[in-house]
């Protein structure tokens, strides 16, 4: 018998699941994207290096401005370009903006109504108002920094290579709506500390995250198993592969292991680089590393709100425009790469240019791609234990666990449908 849940709700995007079950047991089981692939990387090739920033915000409408960053810095290693400290902390401040944003989304529209049994934010809303306003102040909040910094909340326009077209003279409009929501984010945690987490460990499983001298967004060495490696080695460690049943790509370690980007991973390899506030309510509330739980991913991703806000309002106070938003770029031919952490874990860019500086090669590994094979284990260590797994309850076990690890497939969202075949 095969189950399948023909469109996943509460998920950036169109994927389905199907689960085959023989005698009650599961067999198998396979989580489908069936989008159609969207090709960003053939439309580059051929343009100028300058539209890289524009292009790739298309890929994701929830978190754009990743795909700038990671960008921008692959043509920056192309071209042989350092950027000013100056410029650089900005480009953090408005990267803290989508986590607060993106994480809040997720957090309060589509995770929490899973731990209230509740459909969705509607209804949540109509049980706790106050928790549901809280996570749209929070969000507004990473919204104002996106908007004053890059130009617009959607699709940013401001972020180019070398720094910025242009900046602001002042950024005292947002110290308010931040340090508002730096406190309903330390209140809604306390809030949710106390929810109940189904319990379940994730099993063979590698953590992979940035290395960074603070905690990890902007940029870095991959971090994986002690050892820091370069960016521009990626695909020495992590191969690529595709399935016949997904128009998303899987990865897997070259050693076949499967591994884990995102807000776990992030803390699992540097909790204590956390700001104070983070550092301190994580100790508050229990949570320390190893999380093998990915039900309190909720749980971290609320920490990395606070830990964003909290910088970000520090960042706030000691603004002051810099001298120049750019830095010059001489095209040559070359080949960069760039990484940074996306909220759902590591966005990797490598590009290669030609004498003028049109691309030639564009390769971009998102971090959902990364995170295919671990939420299908996922599924398959929480499903497998089960006897006489039915149609009513696969929607109810299956789709809070893919929510779990927050999988931007794109930005729609589409109702469910369970089918029930008789043959595989």
Avoid at 79 to 93: N, S
């Amino acid at each position: 018998m095969k189950l399948r849940i023909d469109a996943l709700t509460r998920v950036e995007g169109e994927g389905a699941l199907e689960v085959y079950v023989e005698e009650g047991r599961v067999k198998g089981l396979k989580l489908s994207i069936y989008e159609p692939p969207r090709f960003i990387e053939g439309i580059l090739k051929g343009k100028l290096y300058h539209v890289i920033p524009d292009i790739t915000a298309r890929i994701c409408g929830i978190c754009p401005i990743a795909y700038q960053m990671s960008g921008v810095q692959a043509i920056e290693d192309a071209f042989g370009v350092e950027i000013p400290k100056d410029i650089e902390e900005i480009r953090r401040l408005l990267y803290f903006g989508e986590w607060i944003q993106s994480h809040a989304l997720h957090v309060f529209f589509l995770h929490l109504p899973d731990f209230y049994r509740m459909p969705s934010i509607l209804e949540l809303a109509n049980l706790d108002k106050e928790l549901v306003m809280a996570g749209m102040e929070i969000k507004r909040a990473g919204s104002l920094i996106i908007q004053t910094l890059g130009g617009r909340t959607s699709h940013p326009v401001s972020v180019v290579p070398g720094g910025f077209s242009d900046l602001p003279e002042s950024l005292s409009s947002l110290l308010e709506p931040l340090e508002r929501a730096l406190e309903k984010s330390l209140w809604a945690i306390q809030r949710m500390k106390n929810l109940n987490f189904p319990s379940f460990e994730l099993k063979d499983v590698v953590f992979v995250s940035l290395w960074e001298e603070d905690y990890p967004i902007l940029k870095g060495d991959i971090y994986l198993e002690g050892e820091r490696i370069p960016s521009s080695h990626f695909k020495e460690i992590f191969e690529e592969f595709e399935v016949p049943y997904s128009t998303a790509k899987h990865s897997k370690l070259k050693d076949g292991k499967t591994y884990l980007v995102g807000a776990l991973a992030r803390f699992n390899k540097a909790h204590e680089k956390l700001s104070p506030l983070a550092k301190e309510t994580a100790e508050k509330i229990g949570i320390e590393p190893p999380i093998k739980n990915p039900y309190k991913s909720l749980l971290v991703r609320m920490l990395e709100i606070t830990h964003s806000l909290e910088r970000a309002v520090h960042m706030v106070k000691g603004y002051k425009k810099p001298k120049r938003s750019f830095v010059e770029l001489k095209p040559k031919r070359s080949e960069g790469f760039g990484v940074s952490e996306a909220p759902r874990g590591i966005l990797w860019h490598n590009y290669a240019f030609d004498e003028e500086g049109r691309i030639t090669k564009a390769d971009i590994i998102p971090p959902t791609s990364q995170n295919m094979p671990a939420i299908e284990l996922s599924l398959w260590q929480l499903l497998t234990v089960l006897d006489n797994l039915m149609e009513e309850s696969l929607r109810d076990l299956a789709e809070p666990m893919i929510r779990n690890f927050d999988p931007c497939i794109s930005c729609a969202t589409h109702f469910l449908r369970v089918k029930v075949k008789d043959k595989p």
